[in-house]
């Protein structure tokens, strides 16, 4: 089969012929109709900042397809079914995956990085991860939920705890915010502030629903502007990893607020202020991809028209491509937020 493939130290793709592995029994064969290009691709292709398990390797962790064969011990998929791949990767035996909470696994991995992933003609995968798609979600749509739009709700809903008529800040409005805004507005949130340091990226929030844009700039204090702003903070979902955003903006918040840190930064967090988060019984947790729940009721808003994807497909795109859009996604051109990979083009 084609497939574009990651070789130690490259920093780029090389679309090959490959063979792909036996199926195994409780496999089934997908035939990739797409895969999305994510932020993360561009950390571990273009600048190496985040290690695969393997090498060579085949990136893409958001991947939809048809199911073209089935292994023996397989129950739930036939030949003919559309399916969404889930993204992350688990034991599939622990209590937390026995509880559906995969993504608290400790031996967790993501489609791509220690296994084989979606930037191919085809792909084998254990039928757990599979949810059936519908065919009124065409597979660009229902790709990006493996990981674009599944990561986010898991942030919003799971973690955050979002409640209707609450008041949102989404931090960072990249591929993953820009669906938490679409998200909250579909959870019933009162109002929604989008934070970017990037004007496209705010347009594209106030799209999907945001109320109102703050445009970042340097020295400004989030925290005061938000407090300006709004009575108060219910929910601040951050997908910027920059720590003193948050720093900032925790005196922004209304009794009983929560914090979610889903963006992975550098930087230390420091909260010089116990008594107030004790006293108004703030909480701050971390978010981290997905677990079973997601995608079947991400599929449910879908189909009841509470969220539209058509917009977070920027283009979909051949598998010899993939470089060129790679870095397209990088350099922002043309205000992108998801390029699609279609090995079949």
């Given at each position: 089969m084609k497939a574009a493939i990651l070789h130690s130290g490259s920093r780029s793709l090389n679309v090959e012929e490959v063979k792909l592995p036996e199926l195994s029994p409780n496999q089934v064969k997908v035939k990739v109709k797409a895969c999305g290009i994510c932020g993360s691709d561009i950390h571990f292709i273009l600048h190496?900042?985040?290690?695969?398990?393997?090498?060579?390797?085949?990136?893409?962790?958001?991947?939809?397809?048809?199911?073209?064969?089935?292994?023996?011990?397989?129950?739930?998929?036939?030949?003919?079914?559309?399916?969404?791949?889930?993204a992350g990767t688990s034991?599939?035996?622990?209590?937390?995956?026995?509880?559906?909470?995969?993504n608290l696994c400790e031996e967790i991995g993501v489609f791509g990085f220690n296994r084989s992933g979606g930037f191919a003609e085809f792909i084998h995968v254990e039928e757990r991860y599979l949810h059936k798609l519908p065919d009124s979600i065409p597979f660009p749509q229902g790709a990006i939920l493996a990981d674009a739009v599944s990561t986010p709700y898991h942030a919003i809903?799971?973690?955050?705890?979002?409640?209707p008529g609450e008041t949102v800040a989404i931090i960072g409005c990249g591929g993953l915010g820009i669906h938490a805004v679409a998200i909250a507005k579909a959870l019933g949130a009162g109002k929604i502030f989008a934070v970017d340091i990037d004007r496209g990226s705010l347009d594209n929030a106030l799209s999907y629903g945001a109320d109102e844009a703050i445009l970042l700039e340097k020295n400004?204090?989030?925290?005061?502007?938000?407090?300006?702003?709004a009575k108060g903070i219910d929910l601040i979902a951050d997908f910027s990893g920059f720590m003193a955003n948050i720093e900032s903006s925790i005196r922004s918040m209304n009794r009983g607020g929560r914090i979610v840190l889903v963006g992975i930064g550098r930087n230390k967090l420091e909260i010089p202020m116990p008594f107030f988060l004790i006293e108004r019984q703030?909480?701050?947790?971390?978010?981290?991809?997905?677990?079973?729940?997601?995608?079947?009721?991400?599929?449910?808003?879908?189909?009841?028209?509470?969220?539209?994807?058509?917009?977070?497909?920027?283009?979909?795109?051949?598998?010899?491509?993939?470089?060129?859009?790679?870095?397209?996604?990088?350099e922002k051109r043309e205000n992108p937020i998801r390029f699609i990979i279609n090995p079949e083009l």
């Open positions: 190496g900042k985040m290690k695969s398990t393997y090498s060579p390797c085949i990136p893409g962790h958001e991947t939809s397809g048809e199911v073209i064969q089935t292994g023996d011990a397989t129950t739930k998929f036939k030949v003919g079914d559309r399916v969404v791949i889930a034991c599939g035996k622990c209590s937390y995956c026995l509880a559906g909470r995969e809903k799971y973690q955050g705890e979002l409640k400004m204090q989030l925290g005061k502007i938000l407090k300006e702003k703030i909480r701050i947790t971390g978010s981290y991809g997905s677990d079973s729940r997601a995608i079947p009721e991400l599929i449910q808003l879908y189909t009841d028209k509470k969220i539209d994807l058509t917009r977070s497909i920027s283009g979909v795109h051949k598998l010899e491509d993939v470089n060129e859009y790679l870095h397209a996604l990088e």
